[in-house]
């Protein structure tokens, strides 16, 4: 979108017959980090196909002040249907400080972004139409527990909601290491329906410090479930910034594919031309007719992830279906 970054990606097929993308956008005055989590909303924008392109519609999740638990930004949109319901994930944040205004300098240590940051939690909104209205919550669905490896901050909702309405949501976390956060890690909750609440599977995160990531779009399949994520060293899958993958069983014990790469940074475009990307993070299957056809990410134009990007947007990628 011109003036704006744009991130976080999801699709979902509509009523109307429509694909109805759910994203990220903030403006471009401010830096593309940390300015996401000074002013990041989530939008809608709508295609005739999954492949776009996609026309913006509206602002679902504006600002709503500071007295709310996701009043200051709303962030990571992740869109699915159950029923009769559309169920939009999310991650939102606040503070108490002013908006960050055209001009001014926004570092990270500015304290709009230490509590915004230390702030981010996970929450629902819903909805019976794609248009909404969404009626969003008075509290996060997946609060921090002190004492855990999610004490800190909880973001990055993964949810995958089983045939009977129960749903395992995976989500990315980290603890109070002193007074700041530690390394990003992975946690799982698990609710008998949608509204929760959640409670986690565990007291431990679902893997070992070594593995770093972040990003999780998760699936069900007949043996469990399936996992892709963002590989923040590259130890697991060879490529930094790259895809990994996992498999369970439950949805509690994990094993990473060590040396599988599930996607790369090196896109292939329709003309045949090949670019190594800043980016390719928060990874989105759109599934129809229980198979998946579609691969959303988030991509920017950078060398240096998206500190250098002057560039964002959210890409498509059609799956072979044979």
């Known amino acids: ?39 990041s909303e989530v939008v809608r924008a709508v ?37 009769d319901t559309y169920i939009l994930y999310y991650m939102g944040s606040t503070h108490p400080f002013s908006d960050v205004a055209p001009g001014e300098v926004l570092t990270l240590q500015d304290s709009r972004y230490k509590v915004g940051h230390a702030n981010k939690r996970v ?51 980290r603890q109070y290491i002193g007074n700041g956060p530690g390394h990003m890690t992975i946690g799982a909750a698990k609710a008998a329906n949608y509204l929760g609440p959640y409670l986690p599977v565990a ?27 963002k590989d923040m060293t590259g130890h697991i899958c060879g490529e930094k910034y790259g895809g990994m993958q996992a498999s369970s069983m439950d949805g509690r014990h994990w094993t990473a594919r060590e040396g599988r790469q599930a996607y790369s940074r090196t896109v292939r475009w329709d003309d045949g031309t090949v670019t190594l990307l800043g980016n ?14 579609h691969l959303f990410f988030a991509a920017s134009d950078g060398t240096n992830s998206f500190l250098d990007a002057s560039d964002t947007w959210n890409m498509v990628i059609p799956l072979r279906q044979d």
């Open 280 to 293: 390719m993070d928060r990874p989105f299957l759109l599934f129809q007719e229980n198979r998946p056809t």
């Open 123 to 173: 929450g629902i909104a819903v909805s019976r139409s794609i248009f909404g209205p969404w009626k969003r919550m008075d509290n996060p669905v997946l609060p921090t527990r002190p004492g855990h490896f999610d004490s800190y901050l909880t973001s990055n909702p993964a949810p995958c909601i089983d045939q009977n309405g129960s749903v395992l949501l995976i989500y990315k976390a």
């Open 47 to 83: 295609s005739d196909t999954p492949e776009g392109p996609y026309t913006f519609q509206e602002v679902v999740l504006p600002t709503r002040g500071a007295q709310y638990w996701d009043g200051r930004a709303t962030h990571n949109p992740h869109i699915v249907k159950y029923e």
């Open 203 to 229: 007291d431990e995160a679902l893997f070992p410090e070594t593995m770093i990531i972040e990003d999780p779009f998760i699936w069900r399949t007949s043996g469990g479930y399936e996992l892709i994520a």
């Open 1 to 39: 979108m011109e003036g704006y970054w744009v991130w976080c990606g999801s699709v979902v097929k509509g009523e109307d017959g429509r694909f109805h993308m759910f994203a990220s956008r903030w403006p471009k005055y401010l830096p593309m980090h940390p300015g996401w989590l000074a002013a």
